[in-house]
């Protein structure tokens, strides 16, 4: 990905949960986002939730038939066998975004807030992607992951515990 810029991921919030309790490790997709290990990348939880809600730093990018890439990662991916096969139907290849570490805001940042904040702002289908000025405008140092130990990131500061 291009310096200076983040992905955007829209995320169901069952899947959201799983990441940041480390039980699920990979994002799936059935296009290939331009992302490379050490790329930022956003959280939007969409469905009820309708938030921004943290962020992970990208630990590799597969790119297997489906079929693979349930062997390698089945177990982690927060679904079961039939849902995989669902969501790759027709997909010769695959691709899983690997979490290498993950943090969620102390305080969501609502969508109402993001249209405030940025006239037009849409969560994307899918993905899109970011520029650093944006990624701070909607989350500050907290979404870029520039906390310091004994400190819990808000939506716009950094509060000392």
């Keep these: 990905m291009e310096s200076g810029t983040a992905l955007l991921l829209s995320i169901r919030p069952r899947f959201v949960e799983q990441i940041f309790l480390g039980t699920k490790t990979v994002e799936l997709r059935r296009i290939?986002?331009?992302?490379?290990?050490?790329?930022l990348v956003v959280i939007y939880a969409s469905g009820n939730q309708k938030a921004l809600?943290?962020?992970?730093?990208?630990?590799?990018?597969?790119?297997?038939?489906?079929?693979?890439l349930w062997k390698r990662f089945g177990a982690n991916?927060?679904?079961?066998?039939?849902?995989?096969?669902?969501?790759?139907k027709g997909a010769d290849i695959g691709f899983a975004i690997e979490v290498a570490r993950s943090w969620r805001l102390s305080e969501p940042v609502a969508l109402s807030t993001l249209r405030?904040?940025?006239?037009?702002?849409?969560?994307?289908?899918?993905?899109?992607?970011?520029d650093f000025a944006?990624?701070?405008?909607m989350g500050?140092?907290?979404?870029?992951?520039?906390?310091?130990?004994?400190?819990?990131?808000?939506?716009?500061r950094m509060v000392a515990t």
């Excluded at 962020?55 to 693979?68: D, G, I, Q």
């Excluded at 991916?77 to 790759?88: H, M, P, R, S």
């Excluded at 944006?134 to 405008?137: A, E, N, Q, T």
Aim: a positive charge.
């Design 32 to 39: 290939r986002p331009r992302v490379t290990a050490n790329d």
């Design 53 to 68: 809600v943290g962020a992970f730093l990208v630990a590799e990018v597969h790119s297997k038939p489906p079929k693979n």
């Design 77 to 88: 991916t927060g679904l079961t066998k039939a849902e995989f096969d669902n969501y790759f």
């Design 116 to 130: 405030s904040q940025s006239s037009g702002f849409h969560p994307p289908q899918s993905y899109r992607y970011l």
């Design 134 to 137: 944006d990624v701070f405008s």
């Design 140 to 156: 500050g140092n907290a979404l870029l992951g520039k906390q310091k130990r004994g400190t819990t990131c808000t939506s716009l």
